[in-house]
Each structure stands twice: as C-alpha cells, then as structure tokens.
C-alpha cells in the first residue's frame, strides 16, 4: 500500500526509489571527505552507489578496500573511487556499480557507452598521483556541488567522452 518512498540503506550500497510526481533529489556522497559531491534528481528508478569509502582500511599508506577484482582476487586498485547506476532494477544497478570499480576509467568509459546508454552512470575517478578527483557520468541531470571534483567529460545521447 505504499505510494511513494525513497530507502537508503546505507553501506550497502543500495537506494530505491519509487513512483513520486516530482523528482527526489538524491545527493552522492563524496569518496574523499565528509561531504556530497553531487545531487541527482530522479523518479521511478532503482539505484546503487559502489565505492572504495565506506569499508576500507589503511596500511603503509595504501588504501584496501572491500571490492574484490575478480581477476587478482584482491582490492581493487582502479583509481575508481565511487560509481552510482540509476536505471535498471536495484539487483542490476548493484552488480553494475561494483562492476565498474573494479574496471578502471578507460574501461568503465567504453563499457559505459557499449552497455549502458540507458541508464544514468556517474563515476569519481581518483587520481592517487595528484589527490585530485574527477566527475565521469553520461549524464546531465545533475548539480556538482563538489568544488574540489572537475569534470572531464561530455555528454551526448548517454554516451560519454572522455577529454584530458
């Protein structure tokens, strides 16, 4: 009997939203402080939010996280700091976030613009090099309210381009 909700459960990485006549405002949490680095507006969609910023611990000056790369079957190193998905169910958007932490940006980029394009993706890229962080998203419903995130791409038809 629920008309309308928005849940957000937390560490899990899972928020739902459901049928409301205005968009909700959703703010994403920033990786590397205590603040948003963005705010969303949606209905009618599930979404997920995966990162390297919840559980993670610190050793030596490096930062492990809980996101396993299949591949090494250790954290992963992507650079990837945080993927959000808004789209498809809350089951898929939870799969394609972690997912795309684990890809790297070339590869999150490319899958992103092959799989993708139907769906609201925004990636935080962090360059451990420079400690700087940058927005990638297909998107353009959004408002940046992060002033230390650049962005470095743009948007067509849910497609991005990257530009250095």
């Known amino acids: 009997g629920i008309a309308q909700s928005y849940v957000s459960v937390g560490t899990s990485s899972l928020s739902l939203l459901s049928a409301k006549k ?3 405002s959703v703010t994403l949490r920033h990786p590397r402080s205590a603040t948003n680095y963005a705010t969303i507006y949606a209905h009618n969609t599930a979404a997920s939010t995966s990162g390297d910023y919840e ?8 930062r492990y996280c ?7 079957g250790a954290p ?8 959000s998905v808004f789209g498809r169910t809350a089951a898929e958007d939870d799969a394609l976030s972690t997912a795309l932490c684990v ?3 070339d590869r999150a980029i490319e899958f992103i613009n092959q799989n993708l394009t139907d769906c609201r993706v925004f990636i935080v890229w962090y360059n451990a090099e420079t400690e700087e962080c940058e927005l990638i998203t297909n998107s353009d419903g959004y408002e940046l309210t992060a ?7 743009t948007t067509q038809g849910g497609k991005t381009t990257y530009v250095a």
Do not use: C, L
């Not at 559980?55 to 490096?62: D, H, I, P, S, T």
């Not at 809980?66 to 090494?72: A, C, E, R, Y």
């Not at 992963?76 to 993927?83: H, L, N, Q, V």
């Open 55 to 62: 559980r993670y611990y610190e050793f030596g000056g490096k």
């Open 22 to 24: 205005a968009d909700w």
């Open 66 to 72: 809980h996101i396993i790369d299949p591949s090494t």
């Open 103 to 105: 890809m790297g940006r």
């Open 76 to 83: 992963t190193e992507s650079g990837i700091a945080t993927a």
């Open 147 to 153: 002033e230390d995130i650049t962005t470095h791409s």
